[in-house]
């Protein structure tokens, strides 16, 4: 099918321009040469009209504009955090084996639905890889006193480093023999102001094929002859639904994970001795619970809200304290009868399940991380927090106390 056919057709005319709706449009003039910037596409007739002038697809900006005509080249990031509305976390892999691409497309689904976001959203780029994508409004509005909307590109990068670390232990096993290092780079250079990609049901110039989004349990069956022009039927859309902050649990746990790294990455002695830095071969025998500080005490007898976040303070705390699986899983399914509404008994699982895959310990959230202890009615005494920066710290320190005295 010729390019002028394939976009003369009203339901792809209609599926790209959805797609653009405040956001920064380009096209692409054959291989490697871009029309202007910046444009916008609003009418479904623009896309043969363009077709003709000589595009051969589309591009879209991932950041959501008042006005995106009012970009210029040069503006400062004061400049752009004014004009810019929102933005969507999209996330570009793009290995040069398309197997491998669908492996840690799918990993990276996954992961996305264990922080129980259920609108997740992937399309087949064209070639060999994939676009991932959770909607802006996924997100809370503000994030430690900061409009979300602001926060880009630190705070979709961060994330992006997140999943990728999280996911590197199941994509090495899938792949053994592999140099993961090499495979499993996900391009952050897209995670920039003002970068563009591909639009869904656009044409890729080299390959000939349709970015198609596809249902993402279904990654690793895909074929790239779906993609064929001729079989297109835009029936899925991408970004097109959302539930409100349904993303706030992995804003919360990415920040918290870079800030860990970020730590031990400039720490000296005096920080290690008061951040969430332990040295788990110190731990010779499961830590028994009477040494659980108050609030990890009051959380087991069971919450009314905030149970998904305790569950993720409570896994990592018992790994961190050297819990046996099947001792985690039994306190775990103990504490989930306290609760007045216990949690789904598949949601148990597959949290549980995915922690047992994690070959390092995750340390739990700091207690000055609000939105895991005193947003949900466990905030720690202020003697507590001013002495011990982490839950696990005071649980090996009174245990190592017992051991001296004895």
Known sequence: MSVLKYYSRPEIQKAIVESCQNKEVSVM???????????ILNYESDVLELAKQGATSFHISEEHWQNPLKLTPGMTKRQLDELRAGWDFILDIDSPNL???KIISHYLVQALKFHDIKRVFIKYSGN????IGVPFKSFP???NTQKMRELFPEAARIIAEYLTEMIKSHVSDELKGENIDEILKIDTVLISSRHLYRAPYSLHEKSGLASLPIDPEKVLEFKPDQAIPEKIKPELKFLDSYNKDEAAGLLVRAYDWYHEIEIRKNSTKEHEESTRKIEYDEISEAIPEKFFPDEIKLGLKGIKDGKKRFLFILINFLKCLGWPHDEIDKKVKEWNKNNPEPLKEGYIMSQLSWHKRQREKILPPNYSNLAYYADIGLNP??????????????????????QKKK
């Open 128 to 131: 060999k890889g994939f676009h």
């Open 29 to 39: 003039l054959g291989i490697g040469s871009f029309g202007r910037r910046p444009d």
């Open 381 to 402: 005494a202020e003697n507590i927090r001013n002495k011990f920066k982490n839950p696990v710290n005071y649980a090996i320190r009174m245990f190592k106390l017992q």
């Open 141 to 143: 509005s503000h994030f």
């Open 99 to 101: 197997e491998h691409s």
